[in-house]
Structures are given as structure tokens and as C-alpha cells.
């Protein structure tokens, strides 16, 4: 009498899964990915390969785009660098980053990431665009703001009159050549001579 040999089952280890998964001989392979995946997205397991890859792709594509386009003469140079870098390195990250996870490359697939290459693209361009605007508008503000904060400084922290042991050093070094007012004071005098000599 003959056994007729079984075959064993197939054992699965899969990251994120406490457990050894089994599977009867003989089962597929796509049904057994297909498991894998579920109960991995069951418990909270990202699988995806190279997540954040076309954004920071894309980062360093804009940023090299802008800088070319600053140098190049063309108008508006600093912002079409940044939207043609910023959506061709989104675009290749996407491509990459399909091939790593297994998706097949089909049109759909392509249409979508040339879509949403475009729109890296455009959110790029138009932050080169929009932020040089905003710091020419926001410049006068935060010279006024620097001002009142160098006022009020001079007002709370500056003392009105000088004691006896710097009046005497002030003296001492005026006699040797050295400037006779501190830097804050050759900087309010613009008519002293003595802040373009410190200053170098």
C-alpha cells in the first residue's frame, strides 16, 4: 500500500504581517500578492516604494530650472525654467517610481502622470513668479519695521550720558588717533569720517 505524497503548503513571510501566511499548493502567484497586499493595507503597511521621489525630484528640478533661467535672457526666464524643471523631474520620479511598484506602463498611467507632472509644473512656475513680486512689496514694510525696532533699541538701551571711566577712555584713545565715538555714533554722524575707516 502506497502513500501518495502530499504536497506542502506554501508559506508566506510578508513585512508588517506578525504571521507566516499559508497558502494550498499550487496557488497563484498574483493570488497570493493580491492577499499580501489586502491584509497589509488592513493593518496599516505602506508597501509603496520610493513615496516622496517625484516631489523631491521635482524640488530640485525647479530649483535648477529657476537658477538657469534666471541667467538666460529670455523674459520671465526664472519662471518657465521652474515649471519646465519642476515637470520634468516630477514626471521621470512618477515614471520611476511605477517601474519600482510594478505598474505596468500603460496610457493611462502616462496621461496621469504627465497631468500631474503639469501641475507640479505650474505650482512651480508660479511661485518663481509670485514670490520676488512679494518681497519688492513686502520690502518697505520690514524697512519700517526695522527702523521702529532701531529706534525704540536706542531709546531702551542706550544710556544718555557716559561715565566718568569711558569719558576718560574716549579721551585717551581720541589723543592717539583712534576714533572718538563708538560705531553707533559714527553711524547716526554720517559726517564722520571714521565709520568708512572702522568699517573696513
Do not use: C, W
Not at 553707533?184 to 569720517?193: F, L
Request: aromatic share 2%.
Amino acid at each position: 500500500m502506497s502513500e501518495t505524497p502530499t504536497e506542502s503548503p506554501m508559506r508566506v513571510q510578508a513585512e508588517g504581517l506578525p504571521d507566516t501566511l499559508e497558502f494550498p499548493a499550487g496557488t497563484s502567484t498574483d493570488v497570493i500578492q493580491s492577499t499580501v497586499k489586502r491584509l497589509q493595507q488592513e493593518k496599516g503597511v505602506n508597501q509603496e516604494k520610493f513615496a516622496h521621489l517625484p516631489e523631491q525630484m521635482a524640488a530640485a528640478g525647479g530649483m535648477a530650472g529657476a537658477t538657469l533661467g534666471q541667467i538666460s535672457p529670455i523674459p520671465g526666464g526664472r519662471m518657465i525654467g521652474a515649471a519646465a524643471g519642476a515637470a520634468g523631474m516630477h514626471y521621470a520620479g512618477k515614471t520611476i517610481q511605477d517601474v519600482a511598484n510594478g505598474i505596468e506602463p500603460t496610457i493611462e498611467t502616462i496621461t496621469d502622470n504627465l497631468l500631474s507632472a503639469g501641475k507640479m509644473g505650474l505650482t512651480s512656475g508660479a511661485a518663481e513668479g509670485a514670490f520676488p513680486i512679494l518681497g519688492d512689496l513686502l520690502a518697505p514694510i520690514g524697512k519700517q519695521v526695522a527702523d521702529i525696532g532701531a529706534k525704540l533699541g536706542n531709546k531702551l538701551f542706550v544710556p544718555k550720558t557716559s561715565s566718568e571711566v569711558v569719558k576718560t577712555a574716549e579721551g585717551v584713545l581720541s589723543k592717539v588717533g583712534a576714533p572718538s565715538q563708538t560705531l553707533g555714533q559714527m553711524a547716526d554722524d554720517p559726517a564722520s569720517k571714521h565709520i568708512a575707516n572702522t568699517m573696513e
